[in-house]
C-alpha cells in the first residue's frame, strides 16, 4: 500500500532532530533519533523522554440531553457516569462479540474544558473507525467532535514531573490519571497525568500551531531528550502494556487479556455492555486463553508470531509482541496460552527459526510500574 | 599477504586474504539496523553456498537475514560477538565481523563491488 503519508506538526522538528522517519498508521513518524532505541529507551526509564503522539486521536464527545457518560458506557464496560471531573480511565470499546474494537484512555473532562463532556484519545491505527462507530451508535444522544488541530505529546520518566512544572504551574499536583487545563507559555494545554511506558508522566494536548514551539521548549531542558517508536514500543512491552492490533483485537476479549479490571463491578451486576454474554461467562467459567508475559531463556529475541509449546511440544499458543527490553536487558515477550499454562513459572519452548527454545511463563510487567501514588 | 576488500548489495563486505574470507556488515548496514542485541553465526565446518541465509542479526527493532556472499566452508565465527553484540555497531567493518570461510570458488569475487563501486550504490539507494 503507498499512500501519500501524513505528517504531524512536528514532522519538520523529527526530521531537524535526526529522526528516521518511517510509516506507521498513515504517519511519518520518527523510529528513533541518532541517539538509538537503547538509549532512548533507559533514559527515559532515568530523567524524561519526549514523545510525539500526535498520530492519535483525540476527541469531545458532548451529551445532548442527558449524561454524556451514560451514553458512552452504551460502547464500553468501565464505570464512566462515576468519573469525577478531570478523572479518567482506560477503557475498550467492544463490539457485540465482547472482542476489543480499540483501547482507550476517557477523561470526564475538567469543568475549565466544559460540561457534561467527555475527553477522548483513540489509537492511530483506529481513529477513523472509532470516531464513526462513537458517532453512529451515540447518534441523537452525544455528539463527537474531532480534535484534529491539535497535537498530543507524552513527557515520560521520573524527572517529567519537574520538568513539566518549570512550565505549567501546578501540573505537579494532578493525580494518576487525573487531567487539568494548564497553560504552557500563554498557550492552553490538555494535560493529564497518564501514559504508555510504565514511568510516572504526562500526556500534554496542544492546538498544533503551538506545537513547534512547545515542542522545542520542553526538549530545552537538560533532563529531556526526544524518543522514537522503537524505545515507546519497547518501553510498552517491559511495562507489559498491550498494544492494539498485536497484543488485543477484535477477536480478543478482555478477559482473555488480563483486562478484567476494565469491567467495573456495576457493569458486571448490569449486564449491559456489548458482548456482555461472552464476556460474563468468560468471567464465570475462565477464558479459552489468557495473555502471559514469557521470558525466553539465552540472549535471543523471540518475536510477534513465533509459536509457543509445552515440554510434550504441543502447540499451546502464540507470542504477539517480542523483542529485546533494554531495562531488563534480555529477550521478553507477551502472548496467548492455554489457561493450564498460564501460572507464572511454567516451562515452555518457543518457536524461532525452526529450533525450540526454552523459556517460562513469567509475571507481568516485567519492570515495575512506577506511577505516582 | 595481499588483502582485498569486496562489497555486495545486501550490505556485507568480504575480507579476502589468501584462500581464506572474512565476512561482515557494512557501517551503512549496522547504522540501518540500530542497535544490535543479538547475533545467531554459523558454526564452523558449515558448507555455504553463495546467496545463502548464513547468520541472523537482531536489532530492537527486526531480524534480518545475512547471507552468505560467496559459496565456501565456515571455518570460524567470531566469538567476541557472543560476550558484546555492540561490537556490530560500534566496529561493524573490524572487530564486529561475523565469520570467516574457506573460498570454494574464488571466481565468485567477481560479481562483487569494489569500495567506490559500493559507496555509489549507497549513494544510490539511501
Same mark, same amino acid.
Given at each position: 500500500? *503507498?499512500? *501519500?503519508p501524513k505528517?504531524?506538526?512536528l ?7 535526526? $529522526?528516521r522517519m518511517?510509516p506507521?498508521?498513515g ?12 538509549k532512548?529507551?533507559?533514559h527515559t ?5 519526549f ?5 492519535m486521536? &483525540?476527541?469531545?464527545?458532548? $451529551? ?10 452504551t460502547?464500553?464496560?468501565g464505570d464512566v457516569a ?5 478523572? &479518567?480511565r482506560y477503557?475498550?470499546?467492544l463490539?457485540?462479540?465482547?472482542g476489543?474494537m480499540?483501547?482507550l484512555m476517557v %477523561?470526564?473532562a ?6 457534561n ?19 453512529? #451508535?451515540l447518534r441523537?444522544?452525544a455528539?463527537? *467532535?474531532?480534535?484534529d488541530?491539535r497535537?498530543?505529546? /507524552? ?5 517529567a514531573?519537574?520538568?513539566?512544572a !518549570?512550565h ?6 494532578l493525580?494518576f490519571?487525573?487531567t487539568?487545563?494548564f497553560?504552557?507559555a500563554g498557550?492552553?494545554?490538555f494535560i493529564?497525568r ?8 504526562f500526556e500534554i494536548?496542544v492546538?498544533?500551531? @503551538?506545537?513547534r514551539?512547545?515542542a522545542?521548549k520542553l526538549? %530545552?531542558?537538560?533532563e529531556? %531528550? ?6 515507546r514500543?519497547s ?16 477477536? *480478543? ?10 469491567? %467495573?463491578?456495576?457493569?458486571? &451486576? ?5 458482548g456482555?454474554g461472552?464476556i460474563? #461467562?468468560e468471567?464465570a467459567e475462565g477464558?479459552?486463553r489468557?495473555r ?5 531463556e539465552?540472549?535471543a529475541?523471540?518475536?510477534?508470531g ?13 507470542v504477539?509482541?517480542?523483542g ?8 521478553i ?6 489457561p493450564?499454562?498460564?501460572a +507464572?513459572?511454567?516451562? +515452555? ?6 529450533? /525450540?527454545v526454552a523459556? !517460562?511463563?513469567a509475571?507481568?510487567?516485567?519492570t515495575?510500574? !512506577?506511577?505516582v501514588k | 599477504?595481499?588483502e582485498?576488500? =569486496? =562489497?555486495t #548489495?545486501?550490505?556485507?563486505w568480504v575480507?579476502?586474504?589468501g584462500n ?5 556488515i ?5 547504522s ?6 543479538f547475533v545467531?553465526?554459523p ?10 541465509a ?7 527493532k527486526a531480524a534480518?537475514?545475512? =547471507? ?11 566469538? @567476541? ?12 567493518e ?5 565469520f570467516?570461510?574457506?573460498? @570454494?570458488n574464488?571466481g565468485?569475487?567477481?560479481g ?5 563501486a559500493?559507496?555509489?550504490?549507497? #549513494?544510490?539507494?539511501?
Amino acid at each position: 500500500m *503507498t499512500e *501519500t503519508p501524513k505528517y504531524t506538526p512536528l514532522y519538520d522538528l523529527h526530521v531537524k532532530l535526526g $529522526g528516521r522517519m518511517v510509516p506507521f498508521a498513515g504517519y511519518a513518524m520518527p523510529v528513533q533519533y541518532p541517539a538509538g532505541i537503547l538509549k532512548e529507551h533507559a533514559h527515559t526509564r532515568e530523567a524524561a523522554g519526549f514523545f510525539d503522539v500526535s498520530h492519535m486521536g &483525540q476527541a469531545f464527545l458532548d $451529551g445532548m440531553d442527558g449524561d454524556v457518560a451514560a451514553a458512552f458506557e452504551t460502547l464500553a464496560p468501565g464505570d464512566v457516569a462515576g468519573l469525577a471531573p478531570g478523572r &479518567q480511565r482506560y477503557s475498550v470499546l467492544l463490539n457485540d462479540e465482547g472482542g476489543i474494537m480499540d483501547d482507550l484512555m476517557v %477523561a470526564r473532562a475538567a469543568p475549565a474544558l466544559g460540561q457534561n463532556r467527555l475527553f477522548l484519545v483513540v489509537n492511530a491505527s483506529m481513529k477513523d473507525a472509532d470516531f464513526a462507530h462513537i458517532e453512529t #451508535k451515540l447518534r441523537g444522544r452525544a455528539t463527537l *467532535t474531532r480534535l484534529d488541530d491539535r497535537a498530543l505529546f /507524552a513527557l515520560q520518566g521520573p524527572k517529567a514531573a519537574a520538568v513539566l512544572a !518549570r512550565h505549567a504551574t501546578g501540573v505537579e499536583a494532578l493525580a494518576f490519571m487525573e487531567t487539568g487545563v494548564f497553560d504552557i507559555a500563554g498557550v492552553r494545554c490538555f494535560i493529564s497525568r497518564s501514559g504508555y511506558t510504565g514511568e510516572d508522566g504526562f500526556e500534554i494536548s496542544v492546538p498544533a500551531a @503551538a506545537a513547534r514551539e512547545l515542542a522545542e521548549k520542553l526538549l %530545552a531542558e537538560p533532563e529531556v %531528550a526526544p524518543i522514537g517508536l522503537g524505545a515507546r514500543d519497547s518501553l510498552r512491552l517491559e511495562a507489559g502494556l498491550c498494544l492494539y492490533g498485536h497484543d488485543i483485537d477484535a477477536g *480478543t476479549s478482555p478477559i482473555e487479556a488480563g483486562l478484567a479490571w476494565v469491567i %467495573a463491578k456495576r457493569r458486571r &451486576q448490569a449486564g449491559d455492555f456489548p458482548g456482555a454474554g461472552r464476556i460474563l #461467562k468468560e468471567l464465570a467459567e475462565g477464558p479459552a486463553r489468557r495473555r502471559v508475559g514469557i521470558l525466553p531463556e539465552g540472549r535471543a529475541p523471540v518475536r510477534e508470531g513465533a509459536e509457543i509449546l509445552n515440554e510434550q511440544g504441543d502447540r499451546i499458543g502464540v507470542v504477539t509482541s517480542g523483542g529485546f527490553g533494554p531495562t531488563v536487558n534480555g529477550p521478553i515477550a507477551m502472548g496467548y496460552v492455554s489457561p493450564a499454562f498460564a501460572a +507464572v513459572g511454567t516451562p +515452555v519452548q518457543l518457536m524461532l527459526r525452526g529450533k /525450540a527454545v526454552a523459556g !517460562r511463563i513469567a509475571a507481568l510487567p516485567f519492570t515495575p510500574h !512506577r506511577y505516582v501514588k | 599477504m595481499s588483502e582485498k576488500i =569486496y =562489497y555486495t #548489495k545486501e550490505h556485507e563486505w568480504v575480507r579476502v586474504e589468501g584462500n581464506i574470507a572474512t565476512i561482515g556488515i557494512t557501517d551503512f548496514a549496522q547504522s540501518q539496523l540500530g542497535d544490535v542485541v543479538f547475533v545467531e553465526l554459523p558454526e564452523a565446518g558449515r558448507d555455504l553456498k553463495a546467496g545463502e541465509a548464513a547468520a541472523v542479526v537482531e536489532s530492537v527493532k527486526a531480524a534480518s537475514e545475512v =547471507y552468505a556472499p560467496v559459496s565456501g566452508k565456515v571455518t570460524q565465527a567470531n566469538a @567476541a560477538l557472543a560476550d558484546s553484540f555492540s561490537l556490530i555497531n560500534e566496529a561493524p567493518e573490524s572487530d564486529g565481523w561475523f565469520f570467516k570461510l574457506e573460498l @570454494a570458488n574464488a571466481g565468485e569475487l567477481g560479481g562483487l563491488m569494489d569500495r567506490a563501486a559500493y559507496d555509489a550504490f549507497v #549513494k544510490e539507494h539511501a
